[in-house]
């Protein structure tokens, strides 16, 4: 199956990271970043986080400093960035910033490849525990996607934030 052409489809995923597994899609899908929202019954104002395709697409669409860059990508973070133009991807974050990562996994490859900011979001309800198996997810979340791709027991730990330079643990 080729997981590029279902990205650039619309298609929803529960996938894994380097911290948990998530859920996204095309990040520049209405449509499926809507069905995401509704699937965890997330207010939709309230911003989502993006895996970028590439740091050059990072560079394009935020204000960010070289250092960063190299400091937390790839890897177990999400930087918390000013967007460069206030309206780009309104569906995903409709305020001024964007939380982008670029996660050291197999699955942030397909991203690349597809070339499209990927919406990351971690694949619990508000509340419960993060999921590190498949076996973790509500059966109703998994019932409703497209693609699932387990790879066993990820590590636990949500992504850092890093605010303004400084890391937030969650």
């Known amino acids: 199956m080729d997981f590029v052409e279902d990205i650039k489809n619309g298609a929803v995923f529960i996938y894994p990271t380097d911290t948990i597994y998530g859920l996204g899609c095309d990040a520049t899908n209405e449509e499926s970043v809507k069905m995401i929202k509704d699937l965890k019954y997330r207010d939709s104002g309230k911003p989502m986080s993006v895996i970028a395709p590439s740091v050059e697409w990072i560079k394009k669409n935020c204000e960010v400093t070289e250092e960063m860059l190299e400091k937390y990508l790839p890897g177990p973070y999400t930087l918390i960035l000013k967007k460069k133009d206030s309206k780009f991807l309104m569906n995903a974050s409709s305020t001024e910033t964007l939380g982008v990562r670029i996660p ?41 996607v497209d693609i699932v791709i387990g790879v066993g027991k990820l590590d636990g730990r949500p992504s850092t934030l890093i605010v303004d330079g400084k890391e937030i643990k969650r």
């Open 104 to 144: 050291d996994s197999e699955f942030t490859r397909l991203v690349e490849k597809a070339g499209v900011p990927f919406i990351t979001t971690s694949v619990n309800f508000v509340g419960e525990p993060f999921a590190v198996m498949i076996s973790d997810i509500a059966k109703e979340i998994l019932d409703k």
